[in-house]
C-alpha cells in the first residue's frame, strides 16, 4: 500500500486546509467536505457527504474534533471505501479502540497548529519540519503513512496511543488549561491594555483556542490532564509558601529547571 489521491479531507478548517494546500502544492487532487464555503477555495472539488467524499477518495484524511471524529468513523467504516484513511485528533486511545480491526485506518496526530480556526488560517507550510505521530499497524499502512506525512514536509514518528495521550496531556492539553486558566483571572480583573506587554501576549496565544475543540479533548483525556494539573498545582502551593516567606530557594531552582526544559524543547524551533 502507498500513499495515492485523490485526497479526500472532512473539515477543511486549519489542519484539513493546510493538508489540503500542502497536497495540491504537490499536485495531489484534493476533494474536501465543509460546511463553510470558504473552504471550497482550498480545494480542487468538494463533496457533498462525507459518503460521497469517502466513495471519491483513495486517501481519506479525518480533520475534525475528536467526538465528530469518532462520528465519522463509523460511517467511513461502514463504506470501506477508501484504501486509507487517517485521523488528525490530539487524543489518540479512543480513536485506536474505535478503528480495532479496520485494515484501512492508522491514527496520527501532527504537532503543529496555531489558535486560529478556519480554512482562512491555512497554510500550505504548517507542517514543514515538524513530527506527526502515528500508531504504527503494520508495515505496508505504516509505509503509506509515512509517505503521506513526509509530503506534508513533516517527520514521521511512530508511538504507542496510550504514551502519546500521556505525553500530550503534559506537551499540549497542560499548556492549554494553564493559560486558559491564567487568561480566565486576568479577565476578572481591571487592567489597562498599555499594561500588557509582549510577554503576556505570547503566554496568552492559546487562550483564542476554541473551547468547542477542546471540550472532548478534556474529556477524552482527563485523567492525565488531571494528574498533570495536580502535580503543577503541589508546584505552584510550593512556589506561593518560597515567594511569601522570602526564602526564594524553590524559586531559583524552578528557573534554573525552567532554562534546561527552554533549551530542550523551545529553543530547537527557534
Known amino acids: 500500500m502507498s500513499f495515492d489521491g485523490p485526497l479526500g ?9 493546510s493538508i489540503a494546500l500542502r497536497a495540491r502544492k504537490a499536485g495531489i487532487e484534493v476533494i474536501g467536505f465543509d460546511t463553510s464555503p470558504a473552504a471550497a477555495d482550498l480545494v480542487d472539488r468538494s463533496a457533498g457527504s462525507l459518503e460521497a467524499l469517502a466513495r471519491a477518495s483513495k486517501t481519506l484524511v479525518l480533520a475534525l474534533p475528536l ?7 463509523d460511517i467511513v467504516r461502514a463504506i470501506d471505501a477508501p484504501d486509507l484513511v487517517l485521523d488528525v485528533a490530539s ?3 479512543p480513536v485506536v479502540e474505535r478503528t480495532a480491526g479496520w485494515k484501512k485506518f492508522v491514527a496520527t496526530h501532527p504537532i503543529a497548529g496555531a489558535e486560529q480556526r478556519g480554512a482562512r488560517a491555512a497554510r500550505d507550510n504548517l507542517f514543514e519540519g515538524r513530527v506527526w505521530t502515528y500508531v504504527p499497524c503494520d508495515p505496508q499502512r505504516d509505509a503509506a503513512v509515512d509517505a503521506f506525512i513526509r509530503i506534508m514536509g513533516a517527520r ?3 508511538i504507542d496511543a496510550h504514551e502519546h495521550d500521556r505525553v500530550l496531556a503534559l506537551t499540549s492539553h497542560l499548556p492549554q488549561v494553564v493559560v486558559t486558566a491564567l487568561a480566565a483571572l486576568l479577565s476578572e480583573r481591571e487592567i489597562a491594555p ?3 506587554g509582549s510577554g503576556l501576549a505570547s503566554t496568552l496565544r492559546l487562550a483564542g483556542s476554541p473551547w468547542e475543540i477542546w471540550e472532548p479533548i478534556l474529556k477524552a483525556n482527563g485523567a492525565s490532564i488531571g494528574a498533570a494539573l495536580r502535580e503543577l498545582s503541589e508546584r505552584l502551593e510550593g512556589l506561593a509558601d518560597d515567594v511569601e516567606a522570602g526564602t526564594l530557594r524553590l524559586s531559583a531552582s524552578y528557573f534554573e529547571s525552567a532554562h534546561a526544559a527552554y533549551d530542550a524543547l523551545v529553543k530547537p524551533w527557534r
Open 156 to 158: 514521521s514518528y511512530p
Open 91 to 93: 487524543v489518540k486511545v
Open 67 to 73: 467526538d465528530a471524529t469518532l462520528s465519522a468513523i
Open 9 to 17: 479531507i472532512a473539515g477543511v478548517g486549519l489542519i484539513g486546509g
Open 194 to 196: 498599555d499594561l500588557a
